[in-house]
């Protein structure tokens, strides 16, 4: 029989953490389940919701908000001796034929990590569907757009670049030599991934394996964690891991603006042969997501979000980022 412990970080989002653990109700019975209120208690309904549904809990109120890196360190360090852990956010929930397509792969010996897409639930605001659509796009998310759109129709070998900590089982055994981040306030989990591949685990990734997750509904919202992106992304490129070339391209973008103080008109064919790229695309995702109303600001944030990420990366590069004690 397989064992799993669900393992969910959550800080004052009851409303959308109700719909996550209602949906975990596919799960074996036995499945344990790890729920971090990160620095705050938790809202009782949920607790009473909890103890009601699911026969093994353990509910972890901190005293002060942990790094994410930190929070999931102390579930895992909390968790019992399950074969599984299954990473999942707070404002995500699966999909209704999740266990049948996880229980597929989770028992066969040669996976180690599996993982799938994060699709855009129906019920989202119209700012939040054009975030979910600009995500899923290679022009404005480069290699990790397969995080946020299915790509392919089979199981197939991941990096760190398919998988994401909201959509994420790891057979418990890994973390006997690796743990997250606690300096990280973002991406921890793409630096985990990392190590686990130079370690040669079996990681995997399959397109049915979804799950529904809530975006952030304000612009400034979306910027500051795309900054934070950035700059993670560019410390974790300090630590020597293998990483794609293409984590460098937001960043010359950025310093491409420069080049208008040089040469204007080179710079100003640039910029309508991007925009011109970018509208296409724009209208195309949002045709493809059923969502085309959302063109407009798709392409503005196609455009926001890059620019963002690599300030965000080049400030990585200037800055320093103490380390975890």
Known sequence: MISVSVIIITQARAELLMKCLSSLLQLPKESELILVSNGEAIDEKIREYVEQSFSKTKIIETQEVLSPGEARNLAIKESSDSEWLLFLDDDAYLSPSYWEVAQRYITQKETDVLGGPDMAPSDMGYFSKAVATVLTSPFC????????FPLGKKIQF??????????????????ESVEFPTHYKRGEESLVLAKFAEMGFGMFYHPKLRIYHYRRNSLSAVLKINFKGGYYRSQMMKEKIDLSWSYYLPSAFVLLHFSAFYDFKTFLELVIIYLSLIACISLGISQRQGNFAAAPVVFILHYLIVVTYGLGFLWGRLHKLPKSS
């Open 141 to 148: 998310t480069g290699l990790t757009f397969s995080r946020h």
């Open 158 to 175: 991941a990096s760190e670049e398919n998988l994401t900590s909201a959509n994420l089982w790891v057979r418990k055994k890994l973390f």
